[in-house]
């Protein structure tokens, strides 16, 4: 009889089970705040009448460039990487003086321009005739160069920097002279003389912004001098815009400013956290900017170079000067490579204006380097990358020279407003 009962009764429990998982007897649970059939229970599908939840895109992390005025702030897009594990260098050697020709020699240049693998050095780099060519400027073969990258906005979590950096090599102060106005390494063949010093053939729009002046390296700082101290992100650069070429980006266009032009300074950084690529982001934000500006008549790429090896670190100078103002030069790119048809306007600018700088201050300017690339140049004829000294000299040394600059040809851009 027992054995009769205990199988009915497993019988009924195996109905009740079966019914349960067919629905026909409704039972309802709850999990993490959705209800469920007793059925989906099995298989966690939510029932039918109640919605699948949904995933929200993530907003795309781009942040256009907004004009401003010189002088005025920007934020700085930062970004983390691995703290370099290198101890405090020792401080610079007294500086001495040296006077070199280009007939004759020169210093090494462009040391700072890293290698793709590694941190930016400014001990490494190409000789003089090798050309100004940064690891991430595309070659002939590259992926087309007008294909713009989004600008990351990135927020770092940690402070990658060296704290108390100094350099562990001689500076020495040099002043580079030059019978040719120009250095050409490219196969074209220039009458560059023709060009120096003439009147200057460019025309700014009476109303909106008239200059442009942005950073497409704008970690590049100087020598620590005096206050101008800086943590620095490796040897010679910094995320602080108070001590990188960004200040003396804003001093040129603060001093631009007072001679009536209209100038907007972008301050944001392309070459941080990635140095490859920063021509590319760099594109993108001067189309920015042409859209939203299209009167900007001059872009000013503004860089410090840098000249050296192992053992020294040069700072130019003019020894012209009764005051400290560091070396100037302009690279202007060709169409060697990528289409550029705006590159004859832009060498004819440069040399005029490389002329009349210098006969106001003898030997503030180099010679202008001509190069295969075309460095962002080609978006209007008033394009131009401007080398405010290397990396031996001090911050105050370019920011002299900027407003030297600035004082040469504030009067006669101001001159070349449409009426």
Excluded at 17 to 25: C, D, P, Q, Y
Excluded at 332 to 347: A, F, K, M, S, Y
């Amino acid at each position: 009889m027992k054995f009769k009962l205990f199988s009915l009764g497993l019988l009924l429990v195996c109905f009740a089970i079966l019914g349960v998982m067919t629905g026909v007897i409704p039972v309802t649970g709850r999990d993490a705040g959705q209800v469920y059939t007793a059925a989906a229970l099995f298989d966690r599908t939510p029932a039918p009448d109640t919605p699948a939840p949904t995933e929200t895109a993530a907003p795309k992390n781009i942040t256009p460039p907004t004009p401003r005025l010189a002088g005025t702030a920007a934020p700085v897009s930062t970004a983390v990487i691995a703290a370099p594990t290198a101890t405090p260098a020792r401080a610079a050697s007294t500086p001495g003086r040296t006077t070199v020709s280009l007939s004759t020699a020169q210093p090494t240049r462009r040391a700072d321009e890293p290698s793709p693998t590694a941190g930016p050095s400014p001990t490494a780099g190409p000789s003089p005739t090798a050309g100004h060519s940064p690891s991430d400027e595309p070659s002939a073969s590259a992926e087309p160069e007008d294909t713009p990258l989004p600008i990351a906005a990135v927020t770092p979590s940690a402070e990658p920097v060296i704290h108390g950096w100094e350099p562990d090599v001689e500076v020495v102060s040099t002043t580079i002279t030059w019978q040719e106005p120009v250095q050409n390494d490219t196969d074209i063949d220039l009458d560059a003389a023709a060009l120096l010093g003439q009147e200057p053939d460019i025309t700014l729009p009476a109303r909106g912004a008239q200059v442009l002046i942005l950073h497409t390296h704008g970690t590049e700082a100087y020598t620590p001098d005096g206050a101008d101290q800086y943590e620095a992100t490796t040897d010679y650069r910094t995320l602080d815009p108070a001590h990188s070429v960004i200040r003396v980006g804003k001093a040129l266009g603060k001093a631009l400013e007072s001679y009536g032009l209209r100038v907007i300074v972008d301050t944001q950084l392309y070459d941080w956290p990635s140095y490859n690529g920063s021509y590319s982001r760099a594109e993108q934000a001067i189309r920015q900017y042409l859209e939203q500006e299209p009167g900007i008549a001059m872009i000013i790429d503004l860089h410090r170079d840098a000249l050296g090896d192992d053992e020294v670190v040069y700072k130019t100078v003019s020894d012209e000067l009764d005051i400290p103002a560091a070396q100037m030069m302009f690279v202007v790119g060709t169409d060697e490579n990528l289409d550029h048809p705006n590159w004859r306007e832009n060498l004819a600018l440069a040399l005029s204006l490389q002329g009349l700088v210098e006969d106001e201050y003898p030997h503030l300017m180099r010679p202008t380097l001509v190069c295969p690339y075309r460095y962002n140049q080609q978006f209007t004829p008033g394009s131009m990358l401007l080398e405010i000294g290397t990396a031996g000299n001090t911050l105050q040394e370019a920011i002299t020279s900027a407003e030297l600059f600035a004082d040469v040809i504030g009067p006669i851009l101001a001159e070349r407003v449409e009426a």
